[in-house]
């Protein structure tokens, strides 16, 4: 058995609380006190696992390096954390159902009664123990969805379990609730808070921490309040307030000394507490020298946290130069040749998303069209590589019908095709290439540039790869360099255009792998190369409209959208 101790994260009165950054805070905690963290998610939902599921629905598909696609908080443990997350970090209740079905219809049970206690609760622990491996010195689980649920009921009982596996002083709880503002009565109300603690403690857990959110905090009274009537010791009992970047958070809690909390309830030694770089981070990031602007053009640009992972990697991008980037969402439908000067020159950079199917293609190349054409630096992910490559055959080419089979299976000119379509090239079995692939740079490029490194590795997450057999020659002889490809196999990885300023789109997803504290190199590179055109270009007409409109006394709504690092500016107008 391993000697990893643990700590369980749930949920209480509301979804949407985050607890995914609670847990990568105190990941991130821990880790600054030189423990070995790390991070596991169980989402009690059936989906076994949400690379099905619309990122309408469900936000973001975060990809692991051994190819899991995962639940969106897993980018924030890593982003928090050095942590290596694997597939065995996130797991639902279909999957845990997939495996214990299969056991019995392989006879695996022996003709026993398969039932959700023991056997689902067995199941799930197993998947929690399996995280626990000699190197780590603590796991943090957290469980999704809301105490009360019915789903999360076996999952809420195999952590109960989990004490009595590994003792009281083997395993933490937090619970992370509410402590909502009346107006109408000017209070803070403690009532949901104890009502949630309520259901934990009839479910036979007692928590130990509260990670109590409250808008702006709360006074010394409601702390009291709440220890008392929910039988958490005082100092446990921490106010999660608002703050303007999750970044924030770590330094938030270890004010409130939660890592001594836990280290003490879990009888741990660790060092002090080194969170200056940490710090050192949120500092800058809170005061820029200047910003620059990005207009990303995709397909889900309504949905807060569909391109999760892509707007922190703009944020860190930004960071490494200390500025702050605006990112403007743009619709791609709405974009249609006639206008999409007037729709984009407010920004220094242009970059196109991934993402699925066939709406808003069209606007898409229309919005890489006037980067191309206009000099303004260009970044491509994955379908936004694809899209890049289609237009230039397109437009500079003259090979009008290109297009992916994904969009047109019927194209003449089809330059991106599912892998077993391809000539030569042996089908590696499954439909999407998804984790962690190697690839080898080209000299003088701008990714060999930004990486400084001839072989990197990235993750992956599509189905179509580009057609090199038929157009490579095509592409080549006009233009456009092949900087990046895969070791052996030969799949085409980055396609850059070397005549411009910075024009690069990417098969893989480098977003996936950005930290705060260790900005993605190709973001940025290419916060850089828009930087450098807004000093050329000074801010255009466009933005000087918004600034003023800024500065109006009636937009305290836009200027709170603005300091939060995100504006929606764009898809409102369109
Ligand atoms: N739809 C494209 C493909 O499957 C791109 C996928 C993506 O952007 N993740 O190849």
Not at 250 to 274: S, T
């Amino acid at each position: 058995m391993a000697r990893s101790k643990f700590i369980f994260i749930t949920g209480g009165v509301v979804s949407s609380l985050g607890k995914g950054i609670a847990s990568s805070s105190i990941a991130n905690l821990l880790e600054c006190r030189g423990l070995r963290v790390t991070l596991q998610k169980l989402d009690p939902y059936l989906n076994v696992d949400p690379g099905t599921m619309s990122p309408f629905q469900h936000g973001e598909v975060f990809v692991t390096d051994d190819g899991a696609e995962t639940d969106l908080d897993l980018g924030h443990y890593e982003r928090f954390t050095h942590a290596t997350l694997t597939r065995a970090n996130n797991a639902t209740s279909g999957s845990i159902y997939e495996r214990i079905l299969a056991r019995e219809r392989r006879g695996d049970y022996l003709g026993k009664t398969v039932q959700v206690i023991p056997h689902v609760t067995d199941a799930i622990r197993e998947q929690i123990n399996k995280v626990a491996t000699d190197d780590i010195d603590v796991v943090l689980t957290e469980i999704g969805g809301t105490i009360g649920d019915i789903e999360s009921l076996p999952f809420v009982e195999a952590i109960r379990q989990m004490r009595q596996q590994v003792g009281r002083n083997g395993c933490v709880f937090v619970h992370v609730t509410l402590v909502p503002y009346i107006a109408a009565a000017g209070e803070l109300k403690t009532k949901p808070t104890q009502h949630s603690v309520k259901e934990l403690r009839a479910l036979g857990i007692q928590p130990d921490i509260l990670v109590c959110r409250a808008e702006t905090g709360f006074s010394r009274e409601i702390r009291e309040k709440i220890s008392s009537f929910c039988d958490v010791d005082r100092e446990a009992v921490i106010a999660a307030r608002d703050v303007d970047t999750v970044y924030q958070v770590p330094v938030e809690f270890a004010e409130q000394r939660v890592d001594d909390i836990v280290l003490d309830r879990l009888r741990l030694e660790a060092g002090p507490r080194n969170l200056k770089p940490w710090k050192d981070m949120v500092h800058r990031l809170r005061n820029p020298r200047d910003k620059v602007s990005i207009g990303v053009v995709g397909k889900y640009v309504d949905y807060e946290d569909s391109y999760k992972s892509l707007k922190e990697a703009l944020l860190h991008g930004g960071l490494a130069h200390d500025l702050e980037v605006e990112v403007g969402w743009v619709e791609a439908e709405g974009i249609v040749r006639e206008t999409a000067k007037g729709q984009l020159d407010r920004y220094d950079g242009i970059l196109v998303p991934g993402g699925f199917g066939i709406r808003g293609i069209e606007g898409m190349i229309e919005a890489i069209r006037y980067a191309r054409e206009n000099l303004v630096p260009y970044f491509g992910i994955c379908l936004g590589m694809q899209v890049m490559v289609i237009e230039f055959l397109r437009n500079v080419c003259g090979v009008s019908d290109a297009n992916s089979a994904e969009f047109d299976p019927e194209a003449r000119d089809r330059v991106f095709l599912k892998l077993r379509e391809l000539k030569g090239v042996e089908d590696l079995g499954g439909t999407m290439r998804v984790g962690a692939w190697p690839c080898r740079l080209q000299p003088e490029s701008f990714a060999h540039r930004a990486y400084g490194a001839p072989r990197i590795s990235e993750r992956h997450r599509h189905r179509y790869e580009f057609n090199r057999p038929e157009y490579e020659g095509v592409i080549t002889d006009n233009g456009m360099r092949i900087t990046g490809e895969t070791p052996e196999v030969d799949y085409v990885e980055i396609c850059e255009l070397p005549d411009h300023p910075w024009y690069l789109g990417c098969q893989f997803h480098p977003e996936f792998k950005s930290k705060p504290l260790e900005p993605q190199p190709l973001f940025k590179a290419f916060v850089g190369a828009s930087y450098e055109r807004r000093l050329r270009h000074g801010s255009s007409a466009a933005e000087r409209e918004a600034q003023q409109f800024l500065r109006l006394p009636w937009s305290r709504t836009r200027r709170a959208i603005v300091s939060s690092g995100v504006s929606r500016w764009d898809s409102r107008e369109s």
